[in-house]
């Protein structure tokens, strides 16, 4: 929203406004006793700033990748991510039970449904794009797991949602704070906003400033939502939301801007929104299998 309409083309600094979102958030939910942060020790701390690093890289070369491959492809490649993800928790062997061939199953229809809801320019791509756009795949993946293990215990930390998000938001805030200076998004940025003011317009800014607060406000919330829900499923499962959340976006902002969908993109969210359903419903029913051969084990 914030980039169309306001046409403030700078994604560092609205991932910056979306970490000092979680920075403010936090501060109030421990100013009002909602929240008490956990004391964590140095060597914690050292693997949260490793942590957010990937987080902050991940961002950087997604993207850096945008310049050399077309928005189709790149959604197409990124559309992968549940794969990498099931290879990336077999490898780490953070899936202990591994998955079902029903569960490969149900990837499919997820994966080449997104193909098929961001078709267009396929072709317009070059081999260092293409490579920078799979590395930042796998990074996104990676993320995700990494996200998972620190919630239910891995790497000696266990963090409740909200003290993960209370302990990465200043450190993402100052990442991508010094990527954008770096990359000169910082002072471009600047010079763009002294040009919404004007003689004519002195409130030229506003609107703007207003958006990116709710932007920042509504940020704060889905970290909350993202974060609570990693706790309490698996990284699959988060990636497998991830691609049904692509297809949601491309829906509302067809209905926001005004475009008309095609045959085949309808058939590709269609496709993705069934995959999501079977890949729950047979996660679902292994889960209660589980349930009840340990049920039957203890009687």
């Not at 993800?85 to 998955?99: E, K």
């Not at 996200?147 to 450190?171: C, E, F, H, M, W």
């Not at 004007?198 to 704060?220: K, Q, T």
Request: hydrophobic letters at 50%.
């Amino acid at each position: 929203m914030v980039l169309q309409w306001h046409q403030f083309g700078f994604p560092w600094l609205v991932t910056a406004v979306h970490s000092l979102g979680g920075i403010i958030g936090m501060r109030l939910l421990v100013a009002t006793g909602h929240f008490k942060p956990m004391h964590l020790d140095r060597q914690q701390k050292r693997l949260l700033w490793i942590f957010s690093t990937l987080y902050t890289v991940n961002i950087a070369v997604s993207n850096v990748s945008l310049h050399y491959v077309s928005v189709p492809l790149h959604q197409v490649v990124r559309g992968t991510v549940p794969v990498f993800t099931v290879l990336i928790s077999l490898i780490w062997r953070t899936a202990s039970q591994g998955y079902s061939w029903r569960v490969y199953a149900s990837l499919v229809p997820v994966v080449v449904g997104v193909g098929l809801a961001t078709y267009g320019d396929y072709y317009s791509f070059t081999i260092v794009g293409f490579l920078l756009t799979l590395l930042g795949t796998v990074l996104a993946a990676t993320k995700t797991v990494v996200t998972n293990t620190i919630l239910v215990g891995g790497y000696r930390l266990k963090l409740p949602a909200l003290d993960l998000l209370y302990q990465l938001s200043p450190l993402a805030f100052v990442q991508t704070v010094t990527w954008a200076a770096v990359s000169g998004e910082l002072s471009a940025a600047w010079t763009f906003v002294r040009s919404l003011q004007s003689d004519s317009n002195p409130d030229g800014v506003y609107p703007l400033a207003m958006a990116l607060i709710g932007n920042g406000a509504i940020a704060f919330l889905l970290n909350i939502a993202s974060f609570t829900a990693s706790k309490n499923t698996s990284a699959l499962a988060m990636t497998v939301t991830g691609n049904v959340k692509v297809v949601l976006a491309v829906v509302l902002g067809c209905a926001m801007f005004n475009i008309t969908l095609s045959r085949l993109s309808t058939f590709g969210i269609g496709l993705t929104l069934v995959g999501g359903a079977a890949y729950s419903a047979v996660r679902l029913h292994e889960a209660q299998r589980i349930k009840d051969q340990a049920s039957k084990s203890i009687v």
